[in-house]
C-alpha cells in the first residue's frame, strides 16, 4: 500500500487480471523490488494459475469477488462495468486538485470522512 514516504509506484497488470503493486521510497528499494518481482515471476504465475483452478473446481468464475470469497479478504476496490469505481460503501468519487506537488486525481471512498473502515483512495496516474 502506498504510504506518505511513497515515491515510486509501478502497476502490473497481467493478462488473467492479476494486480501486481510495487511501491517504493528510494530508487535503491524500487530496484530491489523489481528484482524481487522477477525473480518471482514463476510463482505468481503458478499461483494465478492454482487460484483460478481451485475456483474453478468450487464452480466459481476467478472474479474478485469469488477470490475475495475464498481467502475471507475484503477487495479494496473494483470498478464495475458502467465506469467509476466502487469500494464495499458503494460509489467511489472522482475528485481532482492541485497540491504542492501539481494536479492529482483520485476515486475517494464514499465512508464518512475519519470512518475507521473508509477505504484507501484510488489515485489516478
Known amino acids: ?17 492479476t ?16 528484482a524481487d518481482i522477477a525473480m518471482n515471476a514463476a510463482n505468481i504465475y503458478t ?29 479494496v476496490g473494483t470498478a464495475p462495468s458502467g465506469g467509476g469505481n466502487t469500494c464495499r460503501h ?7 486538485g492541485v497540491g504542492q506537488k501539481g494536479p492529482w486525481s483520485g476515486y475517494m471512498c464514499a465512508a464518512p470522512k475519519g470512518a475507521p473502515d473508509k477505504c484507501d483512495t484510488i489515485w489516478v496516474r
Open 47 to 75: 499461483t494465478g494459475r492454482e487460484l483460478n483452478g481451485k475456483l474453478t473446481e468450487l464452480g466459481a468464475a476467478p472474479t474478485v469477488a469469488a477470490v475475495a470469497q475464498q481467502f475471507n479478504a475484503t477487495p
Open 19 to 34: 494486480l501486481i503493486n510495487l511501491y517504493a521510497s528510494t530508487a535503491t528499494e524500487l530496484e530491489a523490488g523489481l
Open 90 to 96: 458503494g460509489a467511489m468519487t472522482l475528485r481532482s
Open 1 to 17: 500500500m502506498a504510504t506518505e514516504g511513497t515515491k515510486f509506484q509501478i502497476n502490473y497488470k497481467l493478462n488473467d487480471g
